[in-house]
């Protein structure tokens, strides 16, 4: 069993970076992959980003790419997802997921979710 549990919403501009953090509990989270889906207002939930148990593997979407940068600490429990130049059309709640299988990841389906975050990204 893995509890994900965000923080780092909040409220910013346009061009301005935030860091979402995933705090996870359970005594499987270092063999999880772990990444990142949100979901805008009216819309479905999309993939964001993606990085194996080891850290040495990550995968992006196309439109965060060059701009988002997922990490871990397995230490820690903890994955953490680096925004930068943001742009409103990032504006959404964003999850954190885990899973045993990275190549899933990008379907969805997910073996554990978080409740979410917030972010608003004004123009």
């Known amino acids: 069993q893995v509890q994900l549990v965000e923080s780092g919403g909040g409220l910013v501009q346009a061009g301005d970076s935030l860091r979402l953090s995933c705090a996870a509990s359970g005594r499987f989270f270092s063999s999880y992959s772990m990444g990142w889906f949100r979901q805008a207002p009216g819309k479905e939930r999309d993939f964001v980003a993606v990085?194996?148990?080891?850290?040495?593997?990550?995968y992006y979407a196309d439109s965060v790419k060059g701009r988002f940068f997922i990490s871990r600490d397995n230490a820690k429990n903890t994955v953490s997802l680096q925004m930068n130049s943001l742009k409103p059309e990032d504006t959404a709640v964003y999850y954190c997921?885990?899973?045993?299988?990275?190549?899933?990841?990008?379907?969805?389906?997910?073996?554990?979710w978080g409740k979410g975050t917030l972010v608003t990204v004004s123009s």
């Open positions: 990085i194996s148990w080891s850290g040495d593997m990550t």
């Open positions: 997921a885990a899973d045993p299988s990275y190549r899933n990841f990008p379907r969805g389906g997910m073996d554990y």
